[in-house]
């Protein structure tokens, strides 16, 4: 009895030994897990906030106010007729306004700098103050114009002041001009709204999103009218019709190898075949929707083909059990009750389409459009290629723009993704 009880205390002193030694591995690995959960959370709240830091600012622009002359002396027109304001001299009359209300500028070198604090639109500011108010012809008006992107960058961070003269964005002068500006409540922050109405531009105040927001919402229309149809014929016919052989075999490993293919590789065929082949234009929603419809048709594909796997054999059993034909039953019950599914892939897939930006500068979706496409075979941009031109200027508002773009797309992004969430819970039925 000795003997059997010393070995049975020692087998359970083992057996207590490995399991400390598993649990305390399991503790460990739990750790692990959650130091790396933590780390990428953290990781991704710094990136959040550097790009909320940097972009908050474009949401807001720098107005200044000006007492102009609009008359025959300073426009150099004797009307405002509106074939008469084409040829005014709005540019002159800012000057004079400018000189009026800093008389030390003197200098020819700080007239130019005084001329530099504001933007080259205060000039369309005035021409459509004309256009609308014509009666305001030979009268002094105060008008609120837009300011230069310098001028806008030092009104918001007020940045530089600690720095040698040569060394900041703008002269000792200048800040004192603007620094008048502000004690007589002649300068003040307003929301940019032209950053969504306007298009883009070399001005760094005057650049807007709206071309960008067009074109990207014209690719996405053509990218789901072709992939969500087709994708979603290719999954009922491999999922219900196709027989089972070598053939469908082939397909399937192949459209499940092009959802792992570099979207660039897709930017180089719709070269090589869209363009060059069938000759169609660069730059145009179209070529980027059939490029972008490429790249999404194997995830819908695959969501779809999941989607309807996920209706139960039941359903198709009752429907052919009481008469149905094969095509009524797949068009009648399993594509409605698989569409919840196949709605939150097509989603999903442009959601991924909306943020790509290789595929597109291949097919030349990279020019400079100022104007706002109203076609799908207008040149445009979208909106990555746009963050992607203004991340190469090198003027500090554009910085501003970029990370506000970054910011309107993750909110795009965001949003289809919730409606994806959305979706699967309202229309999903649980089985």
Known sequence: MNASSDLHTITRDKVYRGLARRYRKEKIFRLFGLISVLFGIACVAVLFTDIFSKGIGAFRQTWVKIEVVLNEETLGVPSAAPEELLSANFDGAIKKALQARFPDATERKDKKDLNALLSSAAAD????????????????????????????????????????????????????????????????????????????????????????????????????????????????????????????????????????VPSIIYGLLGLAVLIGFFGMPRSVPLVGGLVLTLMTLPTIIISSRAAIKSVPPSIREAALGIGASHMQMVAQHVIPLAMPGMLTGAIIGMARALGETAPLLMIGMVAFIVDVPHGITDAATVLPVQIFLWADSPERAFVERTSATIMVLLAFLVLMNALAVWLRNKLERRW
Request: proline share 2%; aromatic share 12%; charged share 25%.
């Open 125 to 260: 500011t005035l021409r459509n103050l004309l256009r609308s108010e014509p009666g305001k012809f030979n009268s002094k008006v105060s008008v609120w114009v837009l300011a230069d992107d310098r001028t806008d960058t030092f009104f918001k961070h007020f940045r530089g002041l600690d720095l040698a003269e040569n060394e900041r964005i703008l002269n000792d002068k200048q800040i004192n001009w603007i620094e008048q500006w502000i004690a007589a409540g002649e300068m003040e922050l307003r929301f940019n709204a032209g950053f969504f109405e306007m298009g883009d531009s070399r001005e760094p105040e005057q650049a807007g999103i709206r071309s960008a927001l067009a074109g990207s919402a014209l690719t996405l229309l053509v990218t789901l009218l072709l992939s969500f149809p087709i994708g979603v014929a290719a999954a009922v016919y491999l999922e219900e019709f196709a027989a089972r052989n070598k053939f469908t075999d082939f397909i399937e490993i192949n459209i499940n190898n092009l959802a792992a």
